[in-house]
């Protein structure tokens, strides 16, 4: 399949208008909620052309707060409407004592975590009547109460619960270089059989203090580092879709075409030296 690309709401027209030729398109299940409106009638026009997944920020699988059957509810309604062929999630939280922060805050990788999340993963799973993917978040700080690493942690979380991992390379380049870590053998480590998805974008590089800090703003296109650790991916996890992701000054529909299409030749490159 070829690339996909983050579905946002300025290239909905463009793309129902050229029919542009990318693989796939995934929109963020929340701006879709609506029953009635242009946004959701878009996405039905868009899906008779291009295959659709669904992905998620807003359930805070993380959080210790109870699960927000509003948002469930909501988000299987959407499921059920779009018939998605991928419904993902980020292992993260973002609700603390029920105040909504706009950020995918990072977890413990503790085996008390673990219970939790995959208890959360099946509650979901239960409505949904399918399974889900579970995305490796960016994060800018590390707990004391660590107890694996976090390639150990996604794995029982995902393997415990039934669901998928959604392997976002550029999180794992911006984790590996901001607390020193092995981004190849991360990759090398994650068991094959769990990942349904790879996601590739840009990131920002800030400077404190005299020190490099990068931040996941999916910006701009994959740098050379990532697209090599790509590279690792697309041969270790043969078949996983993948998406590129443009969020931050988000550019003309072409341009994300034209990196989409980059990333095509990026494994086509793979495939002739593999025969």
Not at 207 to 221: C, F, K, P, Q, S
Request: hydrophobic share 45%.
């Amino acid at each position: 399949m070829q690339t996909g690309i983050g579905l946002r709401a300025l290239h909905h027209e463009s793309l129902l208008e050229s029919r542009a030729a990318v693989g796939w398109l995934e929109a963020h299940s929340e701006n879709y909620f609506a029953e009635g409106g242009s946004q959701p009638a878009a996405l039905e026009r868009l899906r008779a052309h291009y295959p659709i997944a669904l992905h998620g920020v807003g359930l805070s699988l993380g959080s210790v707060d109870p699960l927000s059957l509003h948002h469930l509810t909501q988000l299987a309604r959407v499921v059920e409407r779009f018939e998605p062929v991928l419904v993902s999630e980020h292992l993260a939280f973002g609700a603390v004592a029920g105040v909504h922060y706009n950020d995918l805050l990072p977890l413990p990788y503790t085996r008390e975590c673990v219970d939790h999340l995959v208890a959360r993963i099946g509650q979901v799973q239960d409505r949904l009547q399918r399974p889900i993917l579970v995305e490796n978040a960016s994060c800018y700080l590390r707990y004391r109460a660590d107890e694996m690493t976090e390639v150990e942690f996604i794995t029982a979380v995902a393997r415990r619960a039934g669901c998928g991992v959604l392997l976002d390379v550029n999180n794992i380049y911006v984790n590996a270089r901001n607390h020193g870590l092995d981004a190849q053998a991360y990759i090398a480590s994650m068991p094959v059989g769990l990942v349904g998805e790879i996601h590739l974008a840009g990131h920002s590089v800030n400077v404190h203090e005299g020190h490099e800090i990068l931040i996941d703003t999916h910006i701009g296109a994959p740098c050379p580092a990532v697209l090599a650790l790509y590279v690792q991916a697309v041969q270790r996890f043969a078949g996983a879709p993948t998406l590129f992701e443009w969020d931050t000054d988000v550019p003309l529909l072409e341009t994300l075409v034209a990196e989409a299409h980059r990333i095509d030749r990026v494994r086509e490159t793979l495939d002739v030296h593999a025969r």
